[in-house]
């Protein structure tokens, strides 16, 4: 079973920027697809961006696309979001998962805690 460890949450102005990173252990971190998902208050959690195991691949939400990029360091078993431009509706608490595939976004392991992200206007 993979552990999850996220950081690099924090308060930020709307505008601004934020890294992300996910430290991964427990399975063969490099033959897996990655996601991050996020959740907002009173909201389910959402689908935001996915990378397949050599990096070559991504896929996003709509509402992120030219803002967020997501990668990683099969070295250092980390995935990471830099995000961009952030608004006020990126606020939540985001999370990595292992997931099928860069399209089939659905989570396969267990969730880490997450890091807050509040972006103000």
């Known amino acids: 079973q993979v552990q999850l460890v996220e950081s690099g949450g924090g308060l930020v102005q709307a505008g601004g920027s934020l890294r992300l990173s996910c430290a991964a252990s427990g399975r063969t971190f490099s033959w897996f697809a990655m996601g991050w998902f996020r959740q907002a208050p009173g909201k389910e959690r959402e689908f935001v961006a996915s990378i397949n195991w050599s990096g070559e691949s991504t896929d996003y939400v709509d509402s992120v696309k030219g803002r967020f990029t997501i990668s990683r360091d099969n070295a250092k078993n980390t995935v990471y979001l830099q995000m961009n431009n952030l608004k006020p509706e990126d606020t939540a608490v985001y999370y990595c998962?292992?997931?099928?595939?860069?399209?089939?976004?659905?989570?396969?392991?267990?969730w880490g805690q997450g890091t807050q992200v509040t972006v103000s206007s």
């Open positions: 998962n292992a997931v099928n595939s860069v399209r089939d976004h659905k989570p396969t392991a267990s």
